[in-house]
């Protein structure tokens, strides 16, 4: 009986050590919140470069909601101000800017990377 | 040699040495090991450890990968399709073939993915996708990437192509201009006016301020050399108001 115990604890030990560290359950029909970071960061900047062609704010609200967002706006704020304080790629950081400001998110760092418009009230 | 000088047997134990007994469990070594008790132990514990870590309580996914992303027949709770759209929309703004193609690889949508796209486009329009503007852009530009890439789907034919606007011209009559006459020197007493034979069109008063909207530049194939402006009333609808 004490051999079939701890038989049994080394057992469950090993089994969850398998489980849960070598061979992890992998899901196969995650929702777009599961995403990693960086799919999630490449999926916003798919959605805000779709953005600079339509300028379609609704659209992108929606399309963004799908990572599971409670407020997109801040989202994508806290995003773009990340890629400007990391010294993201130039060309993102001009994309995520146009959107930001198109969700009325415009801060003073983001100020410098608004790209031209008619209205000539860029810097 | 009498019979009082035979020597008494032996006893059956000598003093110092103990009794044989039957051995009892007390004398039986204590904790030895059963090697079957300690195999099926094991082989116990693996499964309810697995079963435990893989049913009851698996690690919560954070870290998924697009090819993990929510497939199925449903296209609208598909999670690959709006990636693709994603993808797409991307395509139309940067036409980065390469990076258009290495996002799909990473959704794994089989042996051929942009003919998969152009399935997805087929299916998303026969799904009602497509009824939002919203939705019909994105399907273009679906259709646009893999047209491009030389593929087709039940789309080609579904969504009309983007054709120019026809230009409605109107014929006004407009007078020549001449110079007016010098002036003389004995004014006439009546003057008379003459009809100038211009023609004003009478448009809709505008119903607020012109707000400009943004300038961008893009690159396609299928539009060379062409300055599209794209007018919108304050509806969030196109075209030019009558």
């Given at each position: 009986m004490i051999s079939l115990i701890i038989g049994g604890l080394v057992g469950l030990g090993g089994g969850l050590v398998y489980g849960w560290v070598i061979d992890k359950a992998e899901y196969i029909d995650s929702p777009m919140s599961g995403l990693a970071q960086s799919y999630q960061n490449d999926y916003t900047l798919m959605i805000a470069a779709g953005y600079a062609v339509d300028q379609d704010v609704d659209a992108a609200i929606d399309r963004l909601r799908r990572l599971g967002m409670d407020n997109v706006p801040i989202y994508v704020q806290e995003m773009t101000e990340r890629y400007i304080t990391n010294s993201g790629d130039i060309e993102d950081i001009r994309l995520l800017v146009a959107l930001s400001e198109g969700l009325g998110r415009l801060t003073p760092p983001m100020e410098r990377f608004r790209q031209l418009n008619p209205t000539g009230d860029s810097p | 040699m009498s019979q009082s000088s035979v020597p008494p047997p032996p006893p059956s134990t000598l003093p110092e040495q103990p009794s044989f007994r039957q051995a009892s469990k007390y004398q039986q070594r204590r904790f030895g090991i059963s090697w079957w008790g300690l195999l099926i132990g094991l082989v116990l514990g693996v499964a309810g450890g697995i079963?435990?870590?893989?049913?009851?309580?698996?690690?919560?996914?954070?870290?998924?990968?697009?090819?993990?992303?929510?497939?199925?027949?449903?296209?609208?709770?598909?999670?690959?399709?709006?990636?693709?759209?994603?993808?797409?929309?991307?395509?139309?703004?940067?036409?980065?073939?390469?990076?258009?193609?290495?996002?799909?690889?990473?959704?794994?949508?089989?042996?051929?993915?942009?003919?998969?796209?152009?399935?997805?486009?087929?299916?998303?329009?026969?799904?009602?996708?497509?009824?939002?503007?919203?939705?019909?852009?994105?399907?273009?530009?679906?259709?646009?990437?893999?047209?491009?890439?030389?593929?087709?789907?039940?789309?080609?034919?579904?969504?009309?192509?983007?054709?120019?606007?026809?230009?409605?011209?109107?014929?006004?009559?407009?007078?020549?201009?001449?110079?007016?006459?010098?002036?003389?020197?004995?004014?006439?007493?009546?003057?008379?006016?003459?009809?100038?034979?211009?023609?004003?069109?009478?448009?809709?008063?505008?119903?607020?301020?012109?707000?400009?909207?943004?300038?961008?530049?893009?690159?396609?194939?299928?539009?060379?050399?062409?300055?599209?402006?794209?007018?919108?009333?304050?509806?969030?609808?196109?075209?030019?108001?009558?």
């Open positions: - | 079963y435990l870590s893989w049913v009851q309580f698996p690690v919560i996914e954070t870290e998924t990968r697009p090819d993990q992303l929510r497939g199925g027949e449903n296209i609208l709770g598909n999670e690959k399709v709006h990636y693709v759209v994603a993808i797409t929309l991307a395509y139309s703004h940067d036409s980065d073939l390469g990076l258009a193609i290495q996002r799909l690889t990473d959704l794994e949508l089989g042996n051929d993915p942009l003919q998969a796209v152009a399935d997805m486009t087929c299916n998303l329009l026969n799904s009602g996708y497509a009824q939002t503007s919203a939705g019909l852009r994105a399907v273009r530009s679906m259709r646009t990437f893999y047209r491009l890439q030389g593929r087709s789907s039940c789309a080609d034919d579904l969504i009309p192509d983007i054709v120019s606007t026809s230009i409605v011209e109107i014929d006004v009559p407009t007078s020549t201009a001449t110079l007016p006459p010098p002036p003389s020197k004995t004014p006439s007493s009546a003057a008379t006016t003459t009809p100038s034979g211009l023609v004003i069109v009478p448009t809709t008063a505008p119903q607020r301020e012109y707000e400009g909207s943004v300038f961008s530049t893009f690159c396609s194939t299928e539009l060379n050399g062409i300055i599209e402006v794209y007018v919108r009333d304050f509806g969030n609808r196109e075209g030019i108001p009558r």
